[in-house]
């Protein structure tokens, strides 16, 4: 098709998503009110744009990458926020999703693809459907307004000519004999012979420990999806892995953070979440001392596991001269495989808390963790 009938097109389709939206002038005038987080100080440098509830940090997508989500129908007229301070919100951005595209919007971008690089152009996904996410990232922990939920279902009343029938999810399988990834610590251990520690866990940070301190990034980096995925399959099935069989010290790193990721509740515990929050409202020089009292009242086998990890993250700061990995970027990359809310996504606000409290653990190691022993522990 050539670019003028692009051009006619794209008029007939902005007319016709025009004459849908005159259908709807009353909703369409309403914006719907913002997610605001109660912690949200109006001194925030990014307090104009926070306030409405447009970005929202939404945990890690299937490989492990923090997801962003951008609520189009949050966004008020320009005169209430200046729409190029969210040009601001730059970030490495390896995929976008782009939910209930319009046939206009389509039409635009097969006009414009190619002046865009082919490169971005990958990144780019078209979906329908909201239930389209659940094959990209953790569905669940997507804070969506309920505007885009009952659009999303008028969209497939009108699909369908009736409205969605109740999806009827099936029940879940019961896990495998030598299930690794998605299973709760107690399940790995009553499966393993009473071993505290889950093979997975000892297994990548021997390896990681071996030949991969000195790794400039480690953590940082990403890995062949598909790799990790086969990488799964033989752990879950009981098979042996051999990581130097795939060349890439990066993917016992990532095979790491997805078992603690999958865990069906994280290794600091729901019930300890709101107490890690509140570790800055603690003067600076009762931290550590505070940490320590948090962790100390862990489940025994959480606290034998978090041991383990956080002597060998220690381990990996100390190395932070070759890897570039102070306990900063580290907490940073595992804050939120550590702990994360009960219900949806941590907001942008927990992450300062989050990241804090984990960066103790590892700078403090020896310091919080000396006190109490539980028989059978091992360390790295």
Known sequence: MSEIDYEKLAEIELQRDEAEDAQSDQEKSFIPPPLV??????????????????IQLAGDDNSGRKVITFSCCRMPPSHQLNHTRLLEYKKNLKALYVV????????????????????????VTYLNYLSDLRDHLKYD???IPQEVIRHDENLRGKQKGKLPPVMKI????????????????????????????PPV?????????????????????????????????????GKSVNFDDYDDIHIPAVILKTFLRELPE??????????????????????????????????????VVLKYLICFLHMVSQESIY????????????????????????????????????ELLIDFYSNIFNSRTVPGEILP
């Open 170 to 197: 099936p029940p879940p399988r019961p896990p495998l004999p030598t299930q690794q990834f998605g299973v709760s610590l107690q399940y790995i251990k009553d499966k393993n012979e009473g071993e505290l520690i």
């Open 266 to 303: 994280p290794l600091l515990t729901f019930e300890c979440f709101d107490h890690i929050l509140g570790i800055t409202s603690v003067e600076s020089s009762l931290r550590v001392t505070r940490c320590k009292q948090i962790v100390q009242g862990l489940p025994e086998h959480n606290y």
């Open 100 to 123: 209930h595209p319009t046939n206009f919007i389509k039409i635009l971008w097969n006009i414009f693809k190619p002046l865009i690089s082919h490169k971005f152009g990958k990144k």
């Open 141 to 143: 922990q997507l804070n």
């Open 37 to 54: 987080d109660p912690e949200l100080n109006i001194n925030h440098p990014y307090y104009d744009v926070a306030r409405h509830g447009i």
């Open 201 to 237: 866990l000892k297994q990548t940070v021997s390896y990681l420990k071996i030949k991969g301190l000195r790794v400039e990034g480690l953590f940082r980096r990403s890995a062949s999806i598909q790799t990790i995925k086969d990488v799964q399959k033989l752990y879950n099935l």
């Open 323 to 358: 890897n570039r990995m102070t306990g900063s970027n580290l907490a940073c990359v595992f804050g939120l495989n550590l702990i994360w809310p009960p219900k949806g996504a941590a907001s942008l606000s927990a992450l300062v808390p989050l990241n804090l409290f984990t």
